[in-house]
């Protein structure tokens, strides 16, 4: 069984920068895309970005473009979302999901349908 688990979560204020990670078990990590994901009460969980199997490409949703990088680290079956000039909007929980392919689709890699295994998410919040 796949497990995913985040870190690095915390209250911050707006424009300072934090670090969340997401541990994966198992010997498979570089073959899958990971992704980051963020979601609020009673909001839809919404797509943050995501990194192909050998981390050569990424995308990002537009909100959080120029501000946020993903990166992975497949020696130690890590991935990461560095977060700077952080804002209020910015405040939730931060999951990461396991892509079910190794390079992410155009069509398709912000939907929650493209990941297979997730994390239980850490909380970031914001204060303005």
């Known amino acids: 069984q796949v497990q995913l688990v985040e870190s690095g979560g915390g209250l911050v204020q707006a424009g300072d920068s934090l670090r969340v990670s997401c541990v994966v078990s198992?010997?498979?990590?570089?073959?899958?895309?990971m992704g980051w994901f963020r979601q609020t009460p009673g909001k839809e969980r919404e797509f943050v970005a995501v990194?192909?199997?050998?981390?050569?490409?990424?995308a990002y949703a537009d909100s959080v473009k120029g501000r946020f990088t993903i990166s992975r680290d497949n020696a130690k079956n890590m991935a990461y979302l560095q977060m700077n000039g952080l804002k209020a909007e910015d405040t939730a929980v931060y999951l990461c999901?396991?892509?079910?392919?190794?390079?992410?689709?155009?069509?398709?890699?912000?939907?929650?349908?493209?990941?297979?295994?997730w994390g239980q998410g850490t909380q970031v919040t914001v204060s303005s």
């Open positions: 999901a396991r892509g079910k392919t190794y390079h992410y689709v155009q069509s398709s890699y912000s939907r929650r349908s493209s990941y297979d295994y």
């Open positions: 198992g010997r498979t990590f570089s073959s899958y895309s």
């Open positions: 990194i192909s199997g050998s981390g050569r490409t990424t």
